[in-house]
């Protein structure tokens, strides 16, 4: 299994140096000042893929690619150089021209010998006794380049060994330094394990003079090259732990060595410093001298380590930090623990290195039932985070409350989050834990990365917390996790229609869009899983389509980036490509992008079942006392049939019977519609329609229309069944203003336009009255001839900007007819705590205008199939109602609990059985007195841990909030909640409750009256 890193540039064994070339585009070419020092790195494939580095005092290379079936290796060489700028660029560049940079031309020269042995600081394994080293390197990725630091990862294998081994080494060159940093670990059989080590210098056959201390920390060398003295060393942070041995090879040209034999730590890992000194140079000049400068590096390697990292130690900040949250925080140096209950006796642990360029995530770990100890997952994990920025016209489409936008047809710029360890901070909330690292930073983005963590639960939501200046701007993004070091084995998901997937991580060779149920995929590792997920309706923008658009991705190279093995979640920019709003991000607006993260010590399918769980699988549970229903369908389902009417039959068609006595042909295509399993899937009880959404209904004479509507009514009652009821309803769009929605307690037959003279009633022999409406005045007189019920769709937004509130002060509105407006999550901004903030402000407006009004929730999307992502885009209603109606007994109970506000809405994670004011319910009035307080009684039922609950009333001018803290609260819970609320003065109230996913539920008001 190869693996590949970010940015890294990653060859086959056998490329021609020419391929090699073709797609190298890293230079060196850093602008430096003498004074100041510097340190630069580059990939060098005009000669043999070298890859060399170097600083203000010396100059190192290492073998690659090209190299492979030569004698050379894995060995450090040594460029000497006595000036003070660089010379790669430069003796690269000579080489080329035929100026020998083995010959010294004032400057410096490569007079070193490596061939196949360790040179200046090389590592090999230690195998019985011997010393055994890899090949040239198989992959490189530049992490910083100057300009006074340099630091890259090179990859080894060894190849032909029983166990296949894998070293990943960080090397860090500082300017000033004779020394590079190296930090090593060791994978066998791709997985993180000890091994032993020798780590020195080649001793040039003999000639050279091996130094040594006594408690082998460092060894070293000193010879004569030319006249000219050097001295090479290796220091080793282990604390003594290693041994001295030498390996005298003499005929055997650069194969004599002095080595420190050692073993790594149990993840394999190693930290080492190498270099040289030159004669020359003038700071070196003796072996005393270079003595001395090895044991005063080796005497104090945390100094070391700390003027090489040349910044100061992050300082956790923990001033708004209580331990008694049950989630212990701790720091030690650069490590950041967090540990936290999860379930069932079980912790978990991640450990965040502040260390610059490391993996921000050390170790991800989880303790098993009972046990103290903890088993790590993973290893070397980074965040990804990359946001995707376009304009949004803000002088068009009402500003930011948009929806028709085509955002993927205009230009658009992405930027992968560059993430800085340069602080840390803890903050906690009664059973709840923050920790932010910061800074991030994606083009005109700035933030914080922010992990919270809950306890009770195997889940954290990870956050990229950033905010931009820039005017206009809309985003989508995309983040995830990327493994720097533990590869996971295998990835499950979901696919769309259900079954499970799986597949070997080592065979996916290139990044991938998956379609997955669930909106969930995990990764399965040697010490368990780590899965992750969306908020599940706050991560989806509006679209008129449900498609599912493969919001999951996984494999190396990213986003077009080099990097290593990663999985996430990803955005569509293209959406279903008509209308493609996207997020907004007004100026100063904190945007939350986030994913939750799920370690267990189990599998990646237990991982996708716990996950299922937080949505009830994506189905609305059944609650006593009510029924699911779900509003505004655009399936065509109608228009559909009477299509299949043209044509000719089918072998398996049936027939069905229209109110009119006539038939009509079901062809097998259209028998079981996909709308009707998939809502059915989902638990929704009935489901009301908006059919006939295309242009020509309002023209349509009776007798077509008469056509529509009887075929609409007859497919309504043959689809329906005991348990779930499919109701007509239309989006008619004609006399009132904006877009408006009609609801019937029975199947009536109406056209959308009165031609003069044609009287209001006209009398079907078969189906009794039709009528005819004209206008505002008689869509009211068929409302309240029928006992039907119309209100405003996608209110203050798209086709309806501007309504309800241009015809608030109208005759039709304030009538019990005119049932109010809709609800549903556009504009999506992600700053905000809740969803639909344009309908709930909405609903606190018309309660204040006077005249009792309710938001019922509407889904508003068009074709619904079977693998669609169609729980992520609704919301239902829950009716007090203790069974769904049969069709043919008409459904006057369904409009009695809208038109007398006997509801919640809720996207479906959050359920509110009982909500009372001083005993009374919503839909009711409450009487109140002046300076006693009221009790405001809610019965929850929750899945995610809840945020907050508020209570909100108005006086018929403000309003009055009062936010109620639920971060006590862990998942899967219920309770009685009850609020004493100083009502003084107010008209009417309702309630809100959200959860940490922003997924929410919301109660219609109860008007207030003192008494």
């Known amino acids: 299994m190869r693996k590949t890193f970010h940015r890294r540039r990653s060859f086959p064994l056998r490329r021609s140096m020419a391929a090699i070339v073709c797609i190298v585009t890293l230079t060196c070419a850093t602008k430096v000042n003498a004074q100041d020092g510097f340190a630069a790195a580059r990939f060098v494939p005009e000669r043999k893929d070298d890859f060399a580095f170097e600083n203000d005092k010396v100059a190192f290379r290492i073998y690659g690619p090209a190299l492979q079936d030569s004698k050379e290796n894995s060995g450090v060489d040594c460029w000497v150089k006595r000036v003070d700028y660089p010379i790669i660029d430069k003796?690269?560049?000579?080489?080329?021209?035929?100026?020998?940079?083995?010959?010294?031309?004032?400057?410096?020269?490569?007079?070193?010998?490596?061939?196949?042995?360790?040179?200046?600081?090389?590592?090999?394994?230690?195998?019985?006794?011997?010393?055994?080293?890899?090949?040239?390197?198989?992959?490189?990725?530049?992490?910083?380049?100057?300009?006074?630091?340099?630091?890259?990862?090179?990859?080894?294998?060894?190849?032909?060994?029983?166990?296949?081994?894998?070293?990943?080494?960080?090397?860090?060159?500082?300017?000033?330094?004779?020394?590079?940093?190296?930090?090593?670990?060791?994978?066998?059989?791709?997985?993180?394990?000890?091994?032993?080590?020798?780590?020195?210098?080649?001793?040039?056959?003999?000639?050279?003079?091996?130094?040594?201390?006594?408690?082998?920390?460092?060894?070293?060398?000193?010879?004569?090259?030319?006249?000219?003295?050097?001295?090479?060393?290796?220091?080793?942070?282990?604390?003594g732990r290693g041994r001295i041995v030498q390996l005298d090879k003499k005929g055997k040209k650069g194969n004599s060595h002095v080595v420190i034999v050692t073993p790594t730590d149990q993840q394999g890992r190693i930290t080492y410093h190498a270099g040289f000194g030159w004669e020359r140079a003038g700071e070196i000049t003796s072996e005393d001298k270079w003595k001395q400068y090895l044991e005063t590096y080796a005497e104090s390697p945390s100094r070391v380590r700390a003027e090489a990292a040349d910044e100061p130690q992050i300082v956790l900040n923990k001033d708004d930090y209580q331990s008694s949250c049950g989630i212990e925080v701790t720091q030690d140096a650069s490590m950041i623990h967090v540990a936290w209950p999860l379930d069932s006796g079980r912790r978990g642990r991640l450990t965040f290195d502040l260390t610059r360029n490391r993996p921000l995530i050390h170790t991800a770990a989880v303790s098993s039932k009972d046990s103290g100890s903890f088993r790590p997952i993973a290893t070397g994990l980074d965040p990804m985070v990359q946001v995707r920025i376009g304009n949004r016209d803000l002088e068009k489409n009402g500003g930011w409350t948009v929806f028709f936008d085509r955002m993927q047809r205009k230009p658009n710029e992405v930027f992968r989050a560059r993430i800085e360890q340069k602080r840390a901070m803890v903050t906690s909330n009664a059973r709840r834990a923050t920790l932010t690292i910061g800074d991030v930073s994606a083009?005109?983005?700035?933030?914080?990365?922010?992990?919270?963590?809950?306890?009770?639960?195997?889940?954290?939501?990870?956050?990229?917390?950033?905010?931009?200046?820039?005017?206009?701007?809309?985003?989508?993004?995309?983040?995830?996790?990327?493994?720097?070091?533990?590869?996971?084995?295998?990835?499950?998901w979901r696919d769309s229609f259900g079954p499970l997937k799986t597949e070997a991580a080592d065979a996916i060779k290139k990044p991938r869009h998956v379609a997955v149920r669930g909106r969930a995929i995990a990764a399965q590792f040697e010490g368990g899983s780590i899965g992750l997920f969306p908020p599940p309706h706050r991560y989806f923008y509006p679209l008129d389509f449900s498609n599912n658009l493969k919001n999951i991705w996984m494999g190396p190279n990213y986003g077009n980036q080099s990097s290593s093995f990663g999985f996430g979640i990803r955005h569509d920019a293209k959406g279903d490509d008509r209308y493609v709003p996207w997020f907004n991000a007004p100026p100063g607006t904190e945007q939350e992008m986030g994913v939750f993260l799920v370690f267990s010590d189990g599998s990646a399918d237990r991982v996708l079942e716990d996950v299922a769980r937080l949505t009830r699988t994506d189905r609305f549970a059944q609650l006593p006392g009510h029924v699911v229903f779900a509003s505004h369908f655009h399936v065509e389902h109608t228009h559909e049939m009477l299509n299949?009417?043209?044509?000719?039959?089918?072998?398996?068609?049936?027939?069905?019977?229209?109110?009119?006595?006539?038939?009509?042909?079901?062809?097998?295509?259209?028998?079981?519609?996909?709308?009707?399993?998939?809502?059915?899937?989902?638990?929704?009880?009935?489901?009301?329609?908006?059919?006939?959404?295309?242009?020509?209904?309002?023209?349509?004479?009776?007798?077509?229309?008469?056509?529509h509507l009887e075929l609409l009514h007859a497919e309504c009652q043959r689809l329906s069944m005991q348990g779930f009821l499919l109701l007509p309803g239309e989006e008619p769009n004609v006399h009132l203003g904006g877009h408006w929605i009609s609801f019937f307690p029975k199947p009536v037959y109406w056209v959308l336009n009165r031609p003069e003279e044609t009287p209001f009633v006209t009398e079907h022999p078969q189906l009794g009255p039709v009528y005819h409406v004209g206008g505002e005045a008689d869509v009211l007189q068929l409302l309240r001839a029928e006992g039907g019920l119309a209100w405003t769709a996608h209110p203050r937004i798209k086709s309806s900007t501007g309504f309800p509130d241009s015809y608030r002060d109208r005759l039709f509105y304030q009538s019990e007819q005119f049932l109010g407006a809709a609800w549903k999550a556009m504009p999506a901004d992600l700053s905000q705590p809740r969803l639909g903030s344009r309908v709930l402000d909405l609903l606190d407006d018309m309660s204040n205008w006077g005249t009792p009004k309710v938001v019922l929730g509407e889904v508003d999307v068009f074709n619904i199939a079977a693998d669609h992502e169609l729980y992520a885009h609704m919301n239902v209603n829950y009716l007090r109602l203790d069974e769904v109606p049969e069709f043919e007994d008409g459904w006057q109970p369904v409009v009695d609990a809208l038109r007398g506000g006997q509801f919640f809405v809720t996207t479906g994670e959050v359920l509110i059985p009982e909500f009372t004011v001083n005993g009374r319910k919503s839909g009711q009035n409450v009487t109140v007195v002046e300076g006693r307080k009221a009790e405001v009684q809610l019965d929850l039922k929750w899945t995610f841990p809840l945020a907050y609950a508020e209570i909100i009333a108005g006086d018929g001018h403000d309003i009055k909030r009062h936010r109620v803290d639920l971060t006590a609260t862990e998942s899967f819970g219920e309770m009685s909640l009850k609020v004493d609320v100083d009502l003084t003065g107010q008209r009417w109230l309702r309630v809100e409750v959200w959860d940490i996913a922003t997924n929410g539920a919301f109660t219609q008001p109860v008007g207030l009256h003192e008494g």
């Open 644 to 707: 299949a009417q043209k044509k000719s039959g089918e072998t398996e068609s049936q027939t069905g019977r229209l109110p009119s006595g006539g038939e009509y042909r079901i062809p097998g295509s259209l028998e079981n519609p996909g709308f009707v399993r998939k809502l059915r899937d989902h638990g929704v009880d009935i489901v009301h329609l908006a059919e006939f959404h295309f242009r020509g209904t309002r023209q349509m004479t009776m007798r077509e229309r008469v056509k």
């Open 91 to 239: 003796w690269y560049g000579g080489a080329e021209k035929g100026i020998s940079y083995h010959k010294d031309h004032g400057e410096g020269y490569d007079p070193y010998s490596v061939g196949d042995a360790l040179g200046c600081g090389g590592l090999a394994l230690w195998l019985d006794g011997k010393l055994v080293m890899s090949n040239v390197f198989r992959n490189y990725h530049v992490i910083e380049n100057g300009p006074r630091r340099t630091v890259f990862e090179i990859e080894y294998v060894w190849e032909g060994l029983p166990k296949r081994y894998r070293e990943v080494r960080t090397f860090t060159l500082n300017a000033g330094s004779q020394l590079f940093r190296a930090e090593s670990q060791f994978f066998v059989d791709d997985k993180p394990q000890a091994v032993q080590v020798a780590i020195g210098v080649s001793t040039q056959s003999g000639k050279a003079k091996p130094l040594s201390d006594q408690q082998g920390q460092w060894v070293g060398a000193w010879q004569t090259l030319d006249g000219a003295g050097l001295g090479t060393g290796a220091i080793v942070e282990h604390g």
């Open 443 to 492: 083009g005109p983005f700035q933030g914080q990365l922010r992990w919270t963590f809950y306890a009770g639960n195997s889940f954290v939501l990870q956050e990229a917390v950033l905010k931009t200046e820039r005017d206009g701007t809309a985003f989508l993004y995309d983040t995830g996790l990327v493994c720097r070091q533990t590869e996971p084995t295998e990835m499950s």
